[in-house]
């Protein structure tokens, strides 16, 4: 009698260890997926953050390509007339 009652001791213990893992497995199970889906989600955001970068940066460039040698233009335009001035002006 006092081993069966030993036994169901030891079985309640395991049962409660169980009941106590059971709930531990379910939150590494959830942790486990959710990291999935944010690596996966950080991914596709990676990508989208990439083409708008891209995108921008080609748009930019050309925007200031442009306006950079019409403001380059203006300069040597400057600087020839400049020259030209100087060469015909008398010297003081």
């Known amino acids: ?15 409660r260890m169980g009941s106590l893992m059971r709930p531990q497995r379910r939150i590494g199970v959830d942790f486990a997926l959710a990291k999935g889906v944010e690596l ?8 989208d953050t990439a083409a708008a970068l891209g995108t921008a940066h080609a748009e930019w460039r050309e925007l200031m ?6 403001y380059v233009d203006v ?9 030209a001035n100087a060469q015909t002006s008398p010297r003081e």
Request: charged residues 35%; hydrophobic residues 55%.
């Open 1 to 15: 009698m006092l081993d069966a009652l030993r036994r169901a001791a030891r079985l309640s213990s395991l049962v």
């Open 40 to 47: 996966a989600r950080r991914r596709d955001f990676e990508a």
């Open 65 to 70: 390509g442009a306006e950079l040698a019409r």
């Open 75 to 83: 300069l040597v335009d400057d600087a020839v007339q400049l020259t």
